[in-house]
């Protein structure tokens, strides 16, 4: 069986900027709740992005579930979900609105997006608010309808990126209770925020990224074992330091 993703020897810089990654390798097992962490500027996100098939490469191969990104990207597309930490979506409209115009986007059938726009605000506590405009909402309702979104086609693979910024405890206890349903419905989870105490809550196996470099990769619990570390925190700061890095 293959990787739900296999990166290979991937370098990669901004236009006119140094290498941000050299010679990365890394391997996501299927069905994993996977959580990448890293200082400010460490190249996490982007690591994200390039995952996601959001940004070209030109060195190296990624792979999702044995096929390289950019020989077979419209493939890929509709097997991959992104929840960015921006919101996507378009405010003016109702999240009913959103939701018909982005699974029209994913390809799907009038009556696939009216089960799955149903289904998921009803999952998300939106139901009731699903035909008002989303600039009326508060800032967790905003993450729901994000993540809603981006679960329209059920893909087998969510990238989250600080899928629960600003949100209250309700808000957050919700969309981590749904994250990990969909994982136990075969969805792979790729995460990454820097709440490190929901990340502990969420994530069974985590990689540490410095620098465009992986520094740790392994189960949450035999990293916090090996570094005799209580927590995601005091592993963190052994492993990428104390300095600040804004």
């Known amino acids: 069986m293959p990787f739900a993703v296999q990166i290979e020897n991937l370098s990669f810089n901004y236009k006119n900027q140094p290498l941000l990654m050299k010679g990365l390798h890394l391997s996501i097992d299927e069905g994993l709740r996977y959580g990448i962490f890293g200082p400010n500027g460490a190249g996490k996100t982007t690591l ?3 995952m996601a098939g959001l940004l070209p490469y030109k060195e190296g191969s990624i792979k999702i ?3 390289e990104i950019s020989a077979h990207k419209k493939e890929i597309n509709r097997i991959i979900g992104y929840v960015p930490q921006d919101f996507a979506f378009y405010e003016e409209l109702s999240p009913s609105e959103n939701m ?3 699974g029209a986007w994913y390809g799907l059938k009038n009556e696939k997006i009216t089960s799955k726009t149903k289904e998921l605000l009803s999952v998300m506590g939106l139901l009731e608010v699903g035909s008002k405009a989303v600039k009326q909402f508060s800032g ?3 993450r ?4 809603a979104i981006g679960m329209m086609h059920e893909p087998k693979i969510l ?3 600080e899928p629960t910024v600003g949100v209250d405890v309700q808000s957050r206890n919700a969309i981590i209770t749904f994250l990990k349903e969909i994982n136990q ?3 792979t989870l790729i995460y990454t925020s820097h709440q490190l105490n929901e990340a502990e809550d969420l994530c069974e196996q985590i990689a540490l990224i410095d620098q465009g470099e992986i520094i740790a990769n392994n189960s949450l ?3 916090l074992q090996q570094h005799r570390q209580q927590g995601l925190e005091g592993l963190f700061l052994e492993l990428t330091g104390r300095a600040y890095r804004d």
């Not at 729901?144 to 993540?147: D, P, S």
């Open 48 to 50: 994200m992005n390039l």
């Open 65 to 67: 579930f044995g096929k």
């Open 100 to 102: 018909k115009f982005f």
């Open 140 to 142: 967790g309702m905003k």
């Open 144 to 147: 729901r309808v994000n993540l």
């Open 159 to 161: 990238f989250l990126d």
């Open 185 to 187: 419905q075969g969805t």
């Open 221 to 223: 619990n035999q990293l």
